[in-house]
C-alpha cells in the first residue's frame, strides 16, 4: 500500500477527529456525573460568583491604579516644563556673558594696579635715594 502526504494528513485529520468526538463524549458523561453541576441554573450561579469576585478584584486593581495614576499626575505637574528650563539656561547664558566681561574688566584693573604699585615704587625708591 503506497501512502502519500496527502493521504497520510487525511488519516492524521480523521483521527484527530475521531479523538475530538471521544473526549466530548467523555467530558459530557464526566460533568453529567459532577454533583456541583446537576443542572444549568448551577453552572450559571457558579460561573455568576466566580465573575462577581473577578470583577470586584478588577475594581479594587483599577481603583488602586487610579489613585496612582493621580498621584503621578500631580507629581508631574509641580515639574518645569521645556519652556522653564528654556529660561533657566537663557538666563544662565546671559549671566556667563556678564561673568566674562567682568572677568575682562578685572584683568584689566589688575594691569592697572600693577602698574600704579611699579609707579609707586620707583617713586618711592627715587624719594629714598634723593634723602639728605
Given at each position: ?20 468526538a ?17 443542572s ?56 556667563a ?20 604699585n611699579t ?14
Amino acid at each position: 500500500m503506497d501512502v502519500t502526504m496527502d493521504t497520510g494528513l487525511k488519516l492524521l485529520n480523521m483521527a484527530i477527529v475521531l479523538l475530538s468526538a471521544a473526549l466530548n463524549i467523555y467530558l459530557f458523561f464526566k460533568t453529567k456525573q459532577d454533583k456541583r453541576f446537576s443542572s444549568i441554573e448551577d453552572i450559571v450561579e457558579v460561573v455568576e460568583k466566580r465573575l462577581i469576585g473577578e470583577v470586584a478584584q478588577r475594581n479594587k486593581d483599577i481603583g488602586k491604579l487610579v489613585l496612582r495614576i493621580t498621584l503621578v499626575e500631580k507629581e508631574v505637574s509641580s515639574l518645569p516644563t521645556h519652556d522653564d528650563i528654556s529660561a533657566v539656561h537663557k538666563r544662565i547664558s546671559e549671566i556667563a556673558t556678564t561673568m566674562s566681561a567682568l572677568n575682562e574688566r578685572s584683568v584689566n584693573t589688575g594691569r592697572t594696579v600693577s602698574n600704579i604699585n611699579t609707579s609707586l615704587d620707583r617713586i618711592e625708591h627715587y624719594l629714598l635715594e634723593k634723602k639728605p
